[in-house]
C-alpha cells in the first residue's frame, strides 16, 4: 500500500506556524489560551505519529518500532480529543475543579478508558500479527468512538450552556465538527480504499489537515486577541478586563485589583493636545505593565487597572507606593514633561466586592472625588452607598430627558420699592417614579458632571419661555423671570445662539429673561462665559450673580461682567440676623454693591422681621418662604393674581 502523506505535511506546518504565532501573541495568562496552546500542540503531535505511521508502514519491517508509533499515534490521537473537550470547557468561564462529579467523570472517564484499551491491545501479538500495516483495525474504533465521545459532549456543552457560550464561539463549534466530519468522510470516501496486503492502492490521510483547518478557524475567531488588546496603550482593554474578573471570581479565587484613574484628562487634552496626552497614556500603561506584566489593562481614556494574585496588605501597599511614585515624576520626555495626578484604588476579591458591576461602581465613585485631595484609597474604606444613589439618580434623569418630565416651578420675587410681585426665580423639579421627589440640590450637580445638564437647561429655559408667552405674564405685572444657568452651559460655545433661538420661537422679548450665573461659573471659564454674556447681554438679556456671600466673593473680579443684580445667599442672611457681626458684613456688602450701582436680592426670607430689617438696609428685592415657597405654574398664577402687597410697608 501506499499512502499520500502531503496532507499530513501541510497540517503539520500549519499547525506549527499556528503554535508559534500564538506564542508571540500578547495574551492574558487565561487557561483558555493556555488550552488553545494545548489542544494545537496535540493535534500537531498526533499528525507527526501519523507521518510516521505513514513512513514505517510503507518502509519499515522493525514490528516493535511500528507498534511503539501506532499506539503514540493513537494516544495522542484520544488526547486531542481530550483537549478538544477541555478547550470548550474552559473558553465557557468553566472548569473541572467546579464541575458536578458526574461531569468531571464524564469528561475524564472515557480518556483513561481508552488508554487501557489501547494497552490491552497492543500487548495483543496477535492482533498486530494481523494487522502489521497501518493504524487499522480496532485501534480505529477506539479512535472513532473517543473523538465523537468528545466532539459531542463539546457540542452539547456549548449548546445546552447558551448564557456562557456566545453566537461566534457555538458557531466555531459546530463548523468544527463539520470539518472534522467532513475529513473523515473524505478520507473513506475517496476511490481507492486501502486492502491489506494491496500495495497498489494509495491512501490519502487526510483528517488531520482538517484539524489544522480547524484550529486555524478557532484560532482566527475565538482566540482572535486583537478584540481584547487596546490598540493605543497595548494593554489588554475593558473586555479582556471584565472578563479576567469573571474568570478569577467564577474560580472562586482571591485577588486584588487596583485601578488608577487619571484625573482631568479631558482638560489635559484641551491644553496639551490629544497626541501628547496619548503618548503620556502610553507611558502610564508601559510603566503599568513592567509591574503587572500581563496583567495591566487600559478600561478607559482615564482608567488603567491591574490585577493582581492575592496579595497580603504589605506587598499590595508596596505596589501601590511604586505607582504613587511613578505619580510623583514628570511624564513625557524629560524637558517637555507634565505632572499628572492620579488617584489610586485598591479592591480586594471577594473581601469587597462579589460583582464586575460593584467594581465598576467604585470606579465612578473614584471619578466623583474631589480634585483638590490627593486620593489613595482602599475599597474596604468606602461605603458604596453613595454611589449607588448616584447611579440612581442619573437613571432617572435620563428617564425624566426621554419622558419629557421635568417640571418648572416658580418662587416669586418682592419689590420693596414697589411693593409687589415683580419678578420669580425658575426652579427645576424632578419626581421619578421610582426615587419619588429629587432635589435640584441633589440631581443638578450629578448632571453637571455626567453633562446631561446641557439637555436639563434647554428644557427649562424652553418651558419657562413658554410660559411666560401663554400667559403673557408680562401684562399681569412680571417684569422678568430668573432661570439658572449652570457653570457646565455657560462653557456651551452654543449657549447665546441657541438661548436667543428659543426667545424668538415664543415671541419672548429678551429683557424679559435673567439669567442667574455663580462665581464659580466666572472663574472656571471666563473666556468663553464673557463671550457668551456680552452677545446674551448685546440683545437685551440681564444677569444676576447667584449665592453671593458663599465663596470668596472677590466682586473685583467679576467687575468686567455686565451684571444687573447681586443675589445675597441665605447664608448669609442668617447671619445678619442671627449674628450683630453678620449683619456688620451684610451692611457693607449692601453699601459696596450699591456703590457699583447693582440691585440686590434678598434669597431665603422667612419671617417679617428680616423682611422689615433688609427693607431699612436698602435691599432691592426679597425671596423666600414669608412670601411662597417655589410652587407650580398654576399657584404661581394663583398667587399673583391674589397678592395685595404687604401691609405696612
Ligand atoms: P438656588 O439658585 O440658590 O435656589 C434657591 C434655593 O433656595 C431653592 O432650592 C429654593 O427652593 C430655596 N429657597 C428659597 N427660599 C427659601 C427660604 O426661604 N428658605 C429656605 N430654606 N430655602 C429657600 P431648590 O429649588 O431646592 O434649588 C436648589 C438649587 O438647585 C438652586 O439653588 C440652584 O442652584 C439649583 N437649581 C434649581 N433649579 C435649577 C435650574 O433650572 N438650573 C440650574 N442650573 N440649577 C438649578
Ligand atoms: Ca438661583
Ligand atoms: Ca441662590
Same mark, same amino acid.
Given at each position: 500500500?501506499?499512502?499520500?502523506?502531503?496532507?499530513?505535511?501541510?497540517?503539520?506546518?500549519?499547525?506549527?506556524?499556528?503554535?508559534?504565532?500564538?506564542?508571540?501573541?500578547?495574551?492574558?495568562?487565561?487557561?483558555?489560551?493556555?488550552?488553545?496552546?494545548?489542544?494545537?500542540?496535540?493535534?500537531?503531535?498526533?499528525?507527526?505519529?501519523?507521518?510516521?505511521?505513514?513512513?514505517?508502514?510503507?518502509?519499515?519491517?522493525?514490528?516493535?518500532?511500528?507498534?511503539?508509533?501506532?499506539? =503514540?499515534?493513537?494516544?495522542?490521537?484520544?488526547?486531542?480529543?481530550?483537549?478538544?473537550?477541555?478547550?470548550?470547557?474552559?473558553?465557557?468561564?468553566?472548569?473541572?475543579?467546579?464541575?458536578?462529579?458526574?461531569?468531571?467523570?464524564?469528561?475524564?472517564?472515557?480518556?483513561?478508558?481508552?488508554?487501557?484499551?489501547?494497552?490491552?491491545?497492543?500487548?495483543?501479538?496477535?492482533?498486530?500479527?494481523?494487522?502489521?500495516?497501518?493504524?487499522?483495525?480496532?485501534?480505529?474504533?477506539?479512535?472513532?468512538?473517543?473523538?465523537?465521545?468528545?466532539?459531542?459532549?463539546?457540542?452539547?456543552?456549548?449548546?445546552?450552556?447558551?448564557?456562557?457560550?456566545?453566537?461566534?464561539?457555538?458557531?466555531?463549534?459546530?463548523?468544527?465538527?463539520?470539518?472534522? +466530519?467532513?475529513?473523515?468522510?473524505?478520507?473513506?470516501?475517496?476511490?481507492?480504499?486501502?486492502?491489506?496486503?494491496?500495495?497498489?492502492?494509495?491512501?490519502?490521510?487526510?483528517?488531520?489537515?482538517?484539524?489544522?483547518?480547524?484550529?486555524?478557524?478557532?484560532?482566527?475567531?475565538?482566540?482572535?486577541?486583537?478584540?481584547?488588546?487596546d490598540s493605543l496603550t497595548g494593554l489588554f482593554?475593558?473586555?479582556?478586563?471584565?472578563?479576567?474578573?469573571?474568570?478569577?471570581?467564577?474560580?472562586?479565587?482571591?485577588?486584588?485589583?487596583?485601578?488608577?484613574?487619571?484625573?482631568?484628562?479631558?482638560?489635559?487634552?484641551?491644553?496639551?493636545?490629544?497626541?501628547?496626552?496619548?503618548?503620556?497614556?502610553?507611558?502610564?500603561?508601559?510603566?503599568?505593565?513592567?509591574?503587572?506584566?500581563?496583567?495591566?489593562?487600559?478600561?478607559?481614556?482615564?482608567?488603567?487597572?491591574?490585577?493582581?494574585?492575592?496579595?497580603?496588605?504589605?506587598?499590595?501597599?508596596?505596589?501601590?507606593?511604586?505607582?504613587?511614585?511613578?505619580?510623583?515624576?514628570?511624564?513625557?520626555?524629560?524637558?517637555?514633561?507634565?505632572?499628572?495626578?492620579?488617584?489610586?484604588?485598591?479592591?480586594?476579591?471577594?473581601?469587597? +466586592?462579589?460583582?464586575?458591576?460593584?467594581?465598576?461602581?467604585?470606579?465612578?465613585?473614584?471619578?466623583?472625588?474631589?480634585?483638590?485631595?490627593?486620593?489613595?484609597?482602599?475599597?474596604?474604606?468606602?461605603?458604596?452607598?453613595?454611589?449607588?444613589r448616584r447611579i440612581a439618580v442619573e437613571n432617572?434623569?435620563?428617564?425624566?430627558?426621554?419622558?419629557?418630565?421635568?417640571?418648572?416651578?416658580?418662587?416669586?420675587?418682592?419689590?420693596?420699592?414697589?411693593?409687589?410681585?415683580?419678578?420669580?426665580?425658575?426652579?427645576?423639579?424632578?419626581?421619578?417614579?421610582?426615587?419619588?421627589?429629587?432635589?435640584?440640590?441633589?440631581?443638578?450637580?450629578?448632571?453637571?458632571?455626567?453633562?446631561?445638564?446641557?439637555?436639563?437647561?434647554?428644557?427649562?429655559?424652553?418651558?419657562?419661555?413658554?410660559?411666560?408667552?401663554?400667559?403673557?405674564?408680562?401684562?399681569?405685572?412680571?417684569?422678568?423671570?430668573?432661570?439658572?444657568?449652570?457653570?457646565?452651559?455657560?462653557?456651551?460655545?452654543?449657549?447665546?445662539?441657541?438661548?436667543?433661538?428659543?426667545?424668538?420661537?415664543?415671541?419672548?422679548?429678551?429683557?424679559?429673561?435673567?439669567?442667574?450665573?455663580?462665581?464659580?461659573?466666572?472663574?472656571?471659564?471666563?473666556?468663553?462665559?464673557?463671550?457668551?454674556?456680552?452677545?446674551?447681554?448685546?440683545?437685551?438679556?440681564?444677569?444676576?450673580?447667584?449665592?453671593? =456671600?458663599?465663596?470668596?466673593?472677590?466682586?473685583?473680579?467679576?467687575?468686567?461682567?455686565?451684571?444687573?443684580?447681586?443675589?445675597?445667599?441665605?447664608?448669609?442672611?442668617?447671619?445678619?440676623?442671627?449674628?450683630?457681626?453678620?449683619?456688620?458684613?451684610? =451692611?457693607?456688602?449692601?453699601?459696596? +454693591?450699591?456703590?457699583?450701582?447693582?440691585?440686590?436680592?434678598?434669597?431665603?426670607?422667612?419671617?417679617?422681621?428680616?423682611?422689615?430689617?433688609?427693607?431699612?438696609?436698602?435691599?432691592?428685592?426679597?425671596?423666600?418662604?414669608?412670601?411662597?415657597?417655589?410652587?407650580?405654574?398654576?399657584?404661581?398664577?394663583?398667587?399673583?393674581?391674589?397678592?395685595?402687597?404687604?401691609? =405696612?410697608?
Amino acid at each position: 500500500m501506499r499512502i499520500n502523506i502531503s496532507y499530513d505535511i501541510c497540517a503539520a506546518t500549519l499547525m506549527l506556524v499556528l503554535l508559534i504565532i500564538h506564542m508571540a501573541k500578547k495574551k492574558t495568562s487565561i487557561l483558555q489560551n493556555v488550552m488553545f496552546f494545548v489542544f494545537t500542540l496535540m493535534a500537531l503531535i498526533t499528525t507527526v505519529f501519523s507521518l510516521m505511521c505513514s513512513v514505517t508502514a510503507m518502509q519499515s519491517t522493525d514490528l516493535n518500532l511500528k507498534i511503539l508509533i501506532n499506539f =503514540g499515534y493513537i494516544f495522542f490521537h484520544n488526547l486531542r480529543a481530550f483537549s478538544f473537550a477541555l478547550y470548550v470547557i474552559t473558553i465557557m468561564e468553566a472548569s473541572l475543579k467546579n464541575m458536578s462529579f458526574k461531569l468531571r467523570a464524564a469528561v475524564v472517564m472515557p480518556i483513561i478508558l481508552s488508554v487501557f484499551a489501547t494497552l490491552i491491545m497492543i500487548k495483543s501479538s496477535d492482533y498486530w500479527n494481523a494487522f502489521i500495516n497501518f493504524r487499522e483495525g480496532y485501534f480505529e474504533y477506539i479512535i472513532y468512538i473517543v473523538s465523537a465521545y468528545y466532539l459531542a459532549f463539546g457540542v452539547f456543552f456549548a449548546t445546552f450552556n447558551k448564557e456562557l457560550a456566545n453566537r461566534d464561539f457555538r458557531i466555531a463549534i459546530y463548523l468544527y465538527l463539520i470539518f472534522i +466530519v467532513g475529513a473523515n468522510i473524505m478520507q473513506y470516501s475517496m476511490p481507492i480504499i486501502p486492502t491489506v496486503g494491496n500495495s497498489d492502492v494509495t491512501f490519502i490521510p487526510i483528517e488531520n489537515f482538517g484539524a489544522a483547518l480547524c484550529s486555524i478557524l478557532i484560532f482566527s475567531t475565538i482566540q482572535k486577541s486583537e478584540e481584547f488588546i487596546d490598540s493605543l496603550t497595548g494593554l489588554f482593554n475593558e473586555d479582556s478586563f471584565s472578563r479576567m474578573f469573571l474568570i478569577n471570581s467564577k474560580a472562586k479565587k482571591s485577588f486584588s485589583v487596583i485601578i488608577v484613574y487619571v484625573e482631568d484628562i479631558k482638560m489635559l487634552i484641551q491644553a496639551f493636545g490629544i497626541d501628547k496626552i496619548n503618548s503620556i497614556r502610553k507611558d502610564v500603561a508601559d510603566f503599568l505593565e513592567t509591574i503587572a506584566p500581563k496583567n495591566a489593562f487600559c478600561l478607559s481614556m482615564s482608567t488603567f487597572a491591574v490585577i493582581l494574585d492575592d496579595l497580603n496588605d504589605k506587598d499590595l501597599k508596596q505596589y501601590i507606593q511604586k505607582i504613587e511614585d511613578e505619580f510623583e515624576k514628570k511624564w513625557g520626555e524629560e524637558n517637555y514633561g507634565i505632572y499628572i495626578s492620579a488617584r489610586i484604588l485598591d479592591i480586594k476579591i471577594p473581601r469587597d +466586592v462579589d460583582s464586575l458591576e460593584l467594581v465598576y461602581n467604585y470606579i465612578d465613585y473614584l471619578k466623583g472625588l474631589d480634585n483638590s485631595k490627593k486620593w489613595i484609597i482602599s475599597a474596604k474604606d468606602v461605603s458604596l452607598k453613595d454611589t449607588k444613589r448616584r447611579i440612581a439618580v442619573e437613571n432617572a434623569i435620563k428617564r425624566a430627558i426621554e419622558n419629557d418630565s421635568f417640571t418648572v416651578f416658580y418662587q416669586p420675587i418682592y419689590s420693596i420699592d414697589e411693593n409687589k410681585i415683580v419678578s420669580a426665580e425658575a426652579l427645576v423639579r424632578l419626581t421619578d417614579d421610582e426615587l419619588g421627589y429629587i432635589s435640584p440640590a441633589e440631581f443638578i450637580p450629578i448632571s453637571e458632571q455626567n453633562g446631561t445638564i446641557l439637555k436639563i437647561g434647554e428644557i427649562v429655559f424652553d418651558k419657562v419661555c413658554s410660559f411666560m408667552a401663554k400667559n403673557n405674564l408680562n401684562k399681569k405685572g412680571i417684569e422678568y423671570i430668573e432661570i439658572n444657568l449652570s457653570v457646565v452651559q455657560c462653557m456651551q460655545e452654543s449657549l447665546a445662539v441657541d438661548f436667543l433661538k428659543i426667545m424668538k420661537k415664543y415671541g419672548i422679548e429678551n429683557c424679559r429673561v435673567n439669567l442667574e450665573i455663580t462665581e464659580t461659573a466666572a472663574a472656571y471659564s471666563p473666556k468663553m462665559l464673557i463671550k457668551n454674556m456680552k452677545s446674551l447681554f448685546e440683545n437685551g438679556v440681564c444677569f444676576s450673580l447667584d449665592d453671593f =456671600g458663599t465663596g470668596y466673593s472677590n466682586i473685583n473680579s467679576l467687575m468686567n461682567l455686565p451684571l444687573d443684580m447681586i443675589k445675597f445667599d441665605k447664608s448669609m442672611i442668617d447671619m445678619a440676623t442671627n449674628h450683630d457681626k453678620g449683619k456688620i458684613i451684610l =451692611g457693607s456688602s449692601i453699601a459696596m +454693591v450699591k456703590r457699583m450701582d447693582l440691585k440686590i436680592v434678598a434669597e431665603g426670607v422667612e419671617t417679617r422681621e428680616q423682611m422689615e430689617m433688609f427693607a431699612a438696609m436698602g435691599i432691592d428685592y426679597l425671596q423666600g418662604y414669608y412670601f411662597s415657597k417655589p410652587v407650580c405654574e398654576e399657584d404661581f398664577l394663583k398667587y399673583i393674581k391674589n397678592f395685595k402687597g404687604i401691609e =405696612g410697608v
